[in-house]
Nanobody, 115 residues
């Protein structure tokens, strides 16, 4: 069955960086577009970024464009999200997902941006 396992979250100060990873199994990762979505406290799921199967096309929500970078290593079945210049409003549980709406997502990793 589809399994997505995120890691790399933590507590970071504003302006700091984190790199999230997501290891996938149970499907043909190299043929699947992938996404990151997040859920801030008290809010719904928000699409953050997507990447096509080959990694050559990437997409970002406006609030993270220029600060976050999505990438993938198909040989390792792994999706990444490099997050730089983190802001308080980036605090959320981050999920990797097979679809931009997050219907098929992992268990998530907590990112807390706080001074």
């Amino acid at each position: 069955q589809v399994q997505l396992v995120e890691s790399g979250g933590g507590l970071v100060q504003p302006g700091g960086s984190l790199r999230l990873s997501c290891t996938a199994s149970g499907f043909t990762f190299s043929r699947s577009p992938m996404s990151w979505v997040r859920q801030a406290p008290g809010k719904g799921l928000e699409w953050v970024s997507s990447i096509n199967s080959g990694g050559g096309s990437t997409y970002y929500t406006n609030s993270v464009n220029g600060r976050f970078t999505i990438s993938r290593d198909n040989a390792k079945n792994t999706l990444y999200l490099q997050m730089n210049s983190l802001k308080l409003e980036d605090t959320a549980v981050y999920y990797c997902a097979k679809d931009p709406k997050g219907a098929y997502r992992g268990q998530g990793t907590q990112v807390t941006v706080s001074s």
